[in-house]
């Protein structure tokens, strides 16, 4: 290469003034943004190594099937709270994907072009809400002069998953071809066949892709519970709804205010489950939301 | 990457039979002319141009013609160095301009883009700025500032015959203009940095046939100034403002020669049918 | 024409024409409830922090907001210490976060090699999905000594005569929970400026491109003017984000009462407060106060949503 151009750059190629300036410049932001990205991934990566490093050692067979110890005992698990959010998530979903996907047929099929417009609008403002403030209305409402519950818990949840579920919903039932539709009306279907019979099926991986993205983000909220479901008796193993439900994200919360290194390990323990439950579906679903919508794009 | 030959600048006149671009009048000393050799062009496995090797003189405009997919656009592209501006994309032969190719290593490829000047399909003045930012835009890259901008901005304005369309309103924006003006806002905004070279890619296809004609008749003006290459698909258009023309088909060059020529006895049985209508 | 294209059917005929009368009302009514539903549950949630804020609106009327004061034995209550640590945390958090975010989204639009964008993409947005519950406890582990020991009297060496970084250095405090919120929002803006980067017409970049413009000039003069709405919508739904975070706030902030310049100070947001104190506090005014402070939190959010929703929304019909 050097050989070969024997000349240096000249006459009308020469470069501008201040041409080695602005490269400069160039390559600086260029480096800057790789950075950033690098930077981005290792706080993430960080995060992830900490939690294994940390939770794997605590981990055992102990502690994922046995209820916490008595006070000032050593040993005991986070079973009761491992099968507390099982239920409160079910509970939440039960409620938030039925309405969710219902409100998203809705706007897309039945609503007047405003009030479908209004309704996202609401739902995004309701993503919005902090879920702390989620937690105060649910203990308003459910909770105020009575007792915690499982049934406020999952409520509360169910708030925070259901804009979550519509919207992803929305997104997917508006990208299904309206020439589905005006096939299903030339054959004599009436709109109600056409939606449970030819959008629904063919919307379903997209409406699987939000509902498993509101579980993934519902299964790690820890503010709507405090108020609502975090006093408990660790002696007993609690599954009825009607009182508090142990819970993973408020024991690792109520964990990790402890001073005592063996909380410390539980909380990294809890985490390590919560962490790998949450990030496997969030892949899941992300994996899935790609293959639905390219298909569904054509 | 790319083969470097500077030594082959001697041997790259084409050989097809074109030595009346040669009488064109002679005024080398005003612009430059554009020397394409062995010119490869990819999109990642497909190839687009094959072996394409042409002169485009100087002070003269060379319309590119053939049917679409033939590879005109990406010829164009690869004599800024655009084409590389697409992913997957790559070049490889020489272009040589001043005695110069713009593929050597040690060159700037944005010093090339300001001497060899782009006017694209469809206008596209930034959405941003206003009309006088248009044009300023490549000016104030290399620092050019105040009073020597303005009289520069101007100037281009008024070379593209613009200027008393927009004079009392430069600072509202170029989206606002018409199809054919936001054209030769593009126009002006290219020849303000001064390039040697304009590169047409079908500059009026998004046009009507009003703006169309002014787009040519300025084009006509422009050549005494500037070395113009254009793409076009529509024959008439190639009649009306090429002193040469070059016809492609699958990525290769067919034949070039003087347009007259070419629409009334070309040498080529593919490009008679082609200009005829047969095809494409 | 239902009764022509019914008796098509032949013996289907009055099933499909009863499925049809029920299924079709069904449906179109279960829907409307379901979209009711949503919106009624924002009505509620207002008029529910409203009602229940009563007690201590009438005790400490607007006021409540600016005040400083929080003394549950005096039962006297004002919302302005943590307002200010709201405010201050999630700024500073956004000012991290929003330089970092947009060189994210170039270097995921314009520089990484084609075949990693998606991944890192993904990568950058998982950071969303750890509940901040991890976030905090890791705050807490690892942050908070390396804040103490090493980032705070480094940050006081150099700039110890801002008050922003005077005082002595502590692993809890005011810059230990505008870290985290901005590991928190730095995925949401990202996600979004990328996004608004990704509609950035090709043939504006060409133009640039072809006036000799280098790739940050590019960037510069034609991909942040056109995105500019849509990363301004970002940044204050980060910020919506971040006025809102409560648990990881709570875990690393210190939870003081206290209005302090220094960054190292422990402070208190609104919704660590509210986290802090409800679980305990007794019915009545205390209790009623601390709804209050819900109720505040509940309009900064709508404000910044509806404002960052208007942005973004309007970049995208534009």
């Given at each position: ?16 003034p201040?041409a ?11 480096v800057?943004?790789?950075i950033?990205?690098?930077l ?5 990566l ?19 099937t ?9 040993g005991g698990?986070?079973s009761?709270?491992i ?12 409620i938030a994907?039925?309405v969710g996907?219902?409100?998203a047929?809705?706007?897309?099929e039945?609503a ?8 996202k ?7 919005g809400?902090?879920?702390i ?33 519509a919207?992803a919903?929305q997104?997917?039932l508006?990208l299904?071809?309206r ?10 279907l ?21 509902a498993?993205l ?6 790690g ?15 007993s ?18 964990l ?11 909380a990294?323990a ?10 496997i ?7 899935f ?10 | ?13 084409p050989?097809?039979?074109s ?14 002319s554009?020397?394409v ?7 990642g496995n ?8 042409i002169?485009?003189a ?9 049917p ?6 990406t ?11 697409i992913?997957?994309?790559?070049a490889e ?17 944005t ?10 399909q469809k ?7 206003s ?6 835009a490549?000016?104030?890259l ?17 070379g ?9 309103r430069?600072?509202t924006?170029g989206t606002?203009?018409s ?5 030769r ?5 290219a020849i303000?940095?001064e390039?040697e ?9 998004a ?10 008749e300025?084009?006509d003006?422009?050549k ?9 698909h529509?024959?008439q258009?190639a ?5 040469t ?13 003087p ?16 200009v005829t209508g047969k095809?494409? | 024409?239902s009764v022509t ?7 289907f005929?009055?099933?499909?024409r009863l499925?049809?009368?029920i ?5 179109r ?6 979209g009711i539903?949503?919106v009624?549950v ?14 201590a ?11 400083t004061t929080?003394?549950?034995?005096k039962s ?6 943590f ?9 500073i ?8 975010a947009?060189a994210?989204?170039?270097y ?21 999905a750890?509940?901040?519950v991890i976030?905090?406890l890791w705050g807490?582990i690892?942050l908070s ?21 005077s ?20 995925p949401i ?5 990328r996004e608004v ?26 991909v ?6 849509g990363?301004?919508g ?24 206290q ?13 660590a ?13 205390y209790q009623?106060?601390l ?8 309009v900064?959010?709508?404000i910044v ?5 208007v ?8």
């Amino acid at each position: 290469m050097e050989s070969s151009a024997a000349t240096q750059p000249h006459g009308l190629l020469t470069p501008a003034p201040g041409a080695g300036r602005r490269k400069a410049v160039n390559k600086t932001v260029e480096v800057l943004c790789t950075i950033a990205a690098a930077l981005a991934v290792a706080v993430l990566l960080l995060v992830v190594i900490s939690v294994l490093l940390k939770g794997l050692p605590a981990i055992n067979l102990d502690l994922l099937t046995k209820n916490p110890a008595a006070f000032g005992q050593p040993g005991g698990g986070i079973s009761n709270s491992i099968v507390g959010s099982a239920i409160l998530i079910a509970i939440a979903s039960l409620i938030a994907i039925p309405v969710g996907i219902l409100t998203a047929i809705y706007t897309t099929e039945f609503a007047p072009a405003r009030i479908s417009f209004g309704i996202k609008f609401a739902l995004d403002i309701l993503n919005g809400v902090p879920t702390i403030v989620t937690g105060v209305f649910i203990f308003g409402v459910l909770v105020v002069g009575g007792t915690q519950s499982g049934w406020a818990g999952a409520i509360a949840l169910s708030v925070v998953e259901l804009p979550i579920v519509a919207r992803a919903a929305q997104e997917v039932l508006d990208l299904v071809p309206r020439s589905l539709h005006e096939a299903g009306l030339a054959l004599g279907l009436k709109r109600w066949r056409i939606v449970l019979r030819i959008v629904l099926p063919t919307a379903l991986g997209g409406l699987i892709t939000g509902a498993v993205l509101g579980v993934a983000r519902v299964a790690g909220e820890t503010a709507p519970l405090l108020l609502t479901s975090s006093i408990w008796s660790n002696l007993s193993y609690t599954t009825n709804p009607s009182q508090a439900l142990p819970n993973i994200p408020v024991t690792i919360f109520s964990l990790s205010e402890s001073p005592s290194p063996a909380d410390h390990a539980k909380a990294w323990a809890a985490a390590l489950v919560l962490i790998l439950f949450v990030l496997i579906l969030s892949v899941v679903a992300r994996a899935f939301h790609e293959r639905s919508r390219s298909r569904l794009r054509g | 990457m790319i083969p470097n030959s500077q030594e082959t600048m001697t041997s790259i006149r084409p050989n097809t039979p074109s030595t009346a671009t040669e009488q064109a009048p002679q005024r080398m000393a005003s612009g430059h002319s554009v020397e394409v050799d062995a010119l490869q062009a990819y999109y990642g496995n497909h190839q687009a141009v094959k072996n394409f090797s042409i002169a485009f003189a100087a002070n003269e405009v060379t319309a590119i013609i053939g049917p679409s997919g033939s590879g005109k656009s990406t010829v164009v592209r690869c004599i800024n160095r655009m084409h590389e501006e697409i992913s997957g994309a790559r070049a490889e032969g020489t272009v040589m301009l001043d005695k110069v190719n713009v593929y050597d290593p040690r060159v700037d490829v944005t010093a090339v883009r300001r001497v060899i000047g782009m006017v694209f399909q469809k206008p596209n003045p930034f959405p941003t700025m206003s009309i006088f930012d248009n044009v300023a835009a490549g000016l104030k890259l290399t620092g050019w500032r105040g009073d020597d901008l303005r009289g520069r901005v101007d100037q281009s304005l008024r070379g593209v015959g613009l200027w008393d369309e927009v004079e009392d309103r430069l600072n509202t924006p170029g989206t606002a203009l018409s199809g054919g003006q936001q054209q030769r806002l593009c126009i002006a905004r290219a020849i303000a940095v001064e390039p040697e070279v304009i590169l047409m890619d079908e500059p009026c296809s998004a046009l009507d046939p009003v703006a169309t004609l002014r787009i040519e008749e300025l084009i006509d003006e422009l050549k005494a100034r500037y070395t113009i290459v254009i793409v076009t698909h529509n024959m008439q258009q190639a009649a009306r403002v090429a002193d040469t023309t070059a016809f492609m088909l699958d990525g290769e060059l067919i034949e070039h020669g003087p347009t007259t020529k070419m629409f009334t006895k070309p040498e080529d049985e593919r490009t008679e049918r082609y200009v005829t209508g047969k095809f494409g | 024409m239902s009764v022509t294209t019914a008796s098509r059917r032949g013996p289907f005929d009055i099933h499909a024409r009863l499925a049809d009368r029920i299924g079709q009302p069904a449906l179109r009514i279960l829907t409307t409830l379901a979209g009711i539903a949503s919106v009624a549950v924002l009505v509620w949630i207002a008029e529910t922090l409203v009602n229940q804020s009563r007690p201590a609106m009438s005790a400490f009327g607007l006021g409540f907001v600016g005040h400083t004061t929080w003394n549950p034995v005096k039962s006297t209550f004002g919302a302005g210490a943590f307002l200010y640590g709201t405010l201050v945390s999630s700024f500073i958090a956004l000012l991290i976060a929003t330089p970092t975010a947009i060189a994210i989204a170039i270097y995921l639009t314009e520089l990484a090699p084609r075949v990693i964008r998606r991944p890192v993409a993904i990568l950058v947005e998982l950071l969303a999905a750890i509940p901040s519950v991890i976030l905090g406890l890791w705050g807490i582990i690892f942050l908070s000594p390396f804040l103490g020991n090493h980032l705070e009297p480094f940050l006081k060496s150099f700039l110890g005569w801002l008050p922003l970084f005077s005082g002595s250095p502590s692993p809890y405090g005011m810059l230990n929970a505008a870290l985290i919120l901005t590991i928190m929002t730095l995925p949401i803006v990202t996600a979004i400026t990328r996004e608004v980067f990704q509609t950035t017409p090709g043939e504006l970049k060409e133009a640039a491109y072809a006036l000799g413009a280098t790739r940050w000039e590019m960037i510069r003069k034609v991909v942040l003017p056109v995105a500019r709405p849509g990363i301004v919508g970002a940044v204050i739904l980060g910020l919506g984000r971040a006025f809102g975070e409560a648990i990881a706030v709570t875990q690393v902030i210190g939870n003081a009462n206290q209005v302090k310049a220094s960054l190292f100070q422990p402070a208190g947001t609104l919704a660590a407060q509210i986290v802090n104190e409800f679980p305990n506090a007794s019915p009545g005014v205390y209790q009623s106060s601390l709804i209050y402070l819900a109720l505040v939190l509940l309009v900064m959010s709508l404000i910044v949503n509806i404002a960052a929703r208007v942005l973004v929304r309007r970049r995208k019909v534009g």
